[in-house]
């Protein structure tokens, strides 16, 4: 009756612009793609999640997200007592809230099974109910058959790996082998696993990144020590479910959590060199240059391994810049340096030249 | 499956320590008694609420709260297509999570209807179903019958008082002749109802403050705007369910919300001088003196029509102090200053007396 | 011996990357020219302030600030005791560390009389010493023979106004008509003057905002109630001190105070259009549409006064976006606001024209 | 002329209770004393600090502090140049505002040496001037004939102590000898020495810390990264001068930086136990119980190493509680921690003990 709700006001639309707003996420950019940010692992009160499905919206429009994906546990029901299982439910009860603010709701769920083949969501569905079948492998076909995207969830979860270290089984050789895996979550929630870079690398895999979030964002991930959500950067053409999905399928996606980016070197050089510029030297005294160095986005970048001549370590904050002071050299050659937080492998990070601009 | 939520881990014993953090609040305190910081108006997904249960009690807990009540609608069930009606359930699954916690849980209900009468809130009851009536006056008897404390919610909301003035009709008339009212909301969510303090005084009712909440409490009252929920203070002779109950049938209760308290005189006056303190000169010109004025609480304190020869206007901050200079005549008599954000009645706020300590 | 400190560690350029950041303000950029951020108004221990001159070079950079002048009074020397006048000494201290972060750093100081005419900067002198002399109209004639900008500083200030409203005295008539007055302080410290835009427009001279700061930038302008110093927005081919001082004398201006803009139409006009996008309709149900608008600046735009079939208000956060819905006519017709945030006059502000993007 | 700072209009005393606010800083007492919040190494233009000497008081005011000492270096002037050399100056300067703000402005310098012996910081003397002469000893003794408290500061230093190691040299040990050196600074800035817990344990002299500030507090010790400055803790009769200094030759000292306490274990275990309170268990399952754990102090304490049946670590925040879970047998025996934030030697953490409350 009372609907005052914060955040649930934003359905009302005649209220919306004055009591929500959207925050605006800059993120690097790949020449002749938009980057969607995206959150596709999300639970409800319509599996072990604590929120309404509404919420999930609302919580993804403050945040500045393009798409998301609510994927409640079939197998996993603990509320059925109180909520009788319906698996789709929470996209039919949150699609049109998504629709008024321009939100692109995958129609998703999470297949939850013991380790091996343990999690794997299922995206870009049509309809979850149809996949409460027992036998596993007929589950993600029926789902393929819907069109879907499939996703290994936190292969390195020690509630199912005890050792933490991500590995594939049969079960996943053979989804791989024949065309059922599409993705593997590098970041769960608070989690990373370094060598799901290099399994995504050698079998043309998506690597995502994803909150896994039961309770609510603000709470699990709020300044000081968050500025946003763990989520998978998706390289698309343009801002529309299907560009979404195609981009997916192509694998044109990093993974954006704390103050690091995982991504494939092909995608992570060109995000640097979008955000990061070097301006012309405005102080010379023969021996040395200045110039100051910028960052336009959200991700602060941490330059480490400077040769002699040259600040040994920059730490290039968000929204913001630095001076570097070098060898007058460096007016002809580049400097060389290591991005320490741009993981580009399970043992690699992104190698970068930066040059002053010409005078 | 994946139960990581930050909240509901508090339920894990084992982390809970580590995981979730419970801030004291620093409140007044009245002599002989314990200041219990309550909160008696909030819904769940068992009526228009957006979260499951357990929420509500770790929000309390993380908020530094004693006692809350969750009063989901008996008459309004807008989830009802997912969610079977079942007045009792967010009772039945908060409660042992509230045992965990020390949270005294107050088993309760919102009786909507029209206005008049409105929204009451019936608390304190063993059985929110058999509340499920038509008959309005039927189900406040059935109710008090279970020992109920019967509030009266946001008496002046527009939605329901287009002139935002709480008026008493005639069934309000008939519910506090038969002593089946025992509580007004002064505050709620986000509104404040100042004729709600005469109109409890006049009738030996508690005035009550509340957060109403139906989204969460950390997007609707946090900083910078925010550094509390609006609640009911209780001064009760213990921290037990029976003590608060008997304190809110003896009306001893106050508001808090955002900078300001409503209290009674007989109450306000204690609870200030519990927090406030002066101290010696510690300088003395031979003309004026100057001396500490501090503040313990968590409420500031906004003093004005300081007298000639001392400040016009003091702002206690919220665990901080002032210096006071004044004329060396207080050293004798009192500086009399309004506490302007204590309110004592539609239009009275507490009067007080401040005196540098003895030398 | 140890001068560790934060901000002086900038100087050590070893470490300058590593301990100072710069923050880059989005503010909006006029086509052709590139959006200068200034402060020609600060006081430090060689007039009434509280720090050594670097110290405003240090704030200066990690406020993202491009020009400063330090302007310290001539004729008020409230530190002669301890520190002999040497008009020139704050700009011969500071400079260096200027170059060495690519501030520009405005010869500058403060003629300091009684109203009238009150308090002049003088800004891009050569010689500050030298103006150090009786007579008031010698003094500017001086200072304009240096190429000075001549700014009449807190034309309102009520220890020199009591009314609190700037009003031109002969002198300054004589100073316009003899072409020795260039800029005016609309806003200083935490005043504005909104006659002076008037007064700008109409004598063709800059409006002009500054920090005025005697103590330190951070205790006067931090969050939660600021995001920045009031400045001077200065519109200049270049960002070079020659740029600079010719947008200036041509007076493409304009003030940032709190989140307020004060500028002249023609100025403010492209600037809103700089940093607020429509997006296309995303949703369209025959009836009406829905669009984001989206605002790249770190200056919020309050737009209200909205006619029928769209929002009345709408609140557009820094780096932020809202929903839009409205009618559909609205895709033929654009909608007008007012953004009452925008001061074009003492009496106006700016009128927008909003339309969704073609789809 | 336009005295409008922030924190100097507090010497405005018309104005000061509105324009600041002094923070109560909640730090643990010791029975019979109170505890005074003191920093005795600070700097001003008077010799490389970058603030007058005012803006200390002022800081000091804001912060919460008791005392604090101005030690700007006898030997080391850059600033010569433009403020002739008086060494008395930011006391004579200070003290005034310090009276009015009742901070206790213990008159110091910094007599500053190569290593050995380092730099010395001579407090509660009577006038600095007759201190700067070439021979150290001589400075000592004339200090000590003052009445000074002589504490040896940063005595690892890695500008002065290349490994990081304090340690004692002739020099040193011919103060102790003499009975010439009182105190050691444990903390300096952002450094700590472990060592000189058991430096001042062997040789009963006083542990200090201080912010040896050159800069600004609010930069280098604000939120997110710090609460406060580092500071010393002093457990003296009264708050006053003269019991201060009664205090610090007594040894009465504590170090409170970051959120770590060093205090020897006479002094840390009441100091504990003067904070954090067990409440009764609220629960009991027959098997485990259920209790409250307080901390009612700024400072966090970091409980580890539990035994078996209690939970192995609990983290109990400032101002904040946890729910402690534990074996029925922890009624009748208490349960051991050590506080791993509490130093107490250079390789011991406090050891207490935890019991619930008696029903």
Redesign the interface.
Known sequence: ????????SILL??T???S?????L?VPELPGYVTLKCDFHSHT??S?????P??RIGEAWRDGLDAISITD?IE?QP?KQ???S?HN?AWN?AKSTA????IILVHGTEI?RKMPPG?LNALFITDADSLNRPEFMEVIEAAVRQGAFIQWN?PG?K?QEPDGIPKFYPVHQELIAKGLLHGIEYSN?HEQYPLVMDMCRDNKLAVMGNS?????I???FS??DYSHRPMTLVFAKERTHESLKEAMFAGRTAVWYGDHLAAFEMFAAPLFRSVVTA?KP??DDGKSI?F???N?SDLPMDLTGGPEGA?A?????A???????ADRKYLAEPISYNVSNIITGSDSVLRVEIMPAKM
Chains 1, 2, 3, 4 share one sequence.
């Open positions: 009756m009372k609907t005052k709700i914060f955040l649930l639309l005649g919306i612009s004055l929500a707003q959207r925050r605006i800059n009160v319509f072990d999640g604590n929120v309404w509404t919420q546990h996993y509320k109180y909520i009788p319906d439910a009860i629709d008024n603010f321009n939850t999690h936190h979860w509630s929630e896994d979030v039961h309770g609510l603000i709470e699990e300044a000081p301006g405005f102080k200045w100051e160095l910028s336009s600040p370590e920059l730490k290039l904050p929204s913001g810049m630095v001076v570097v002071k």
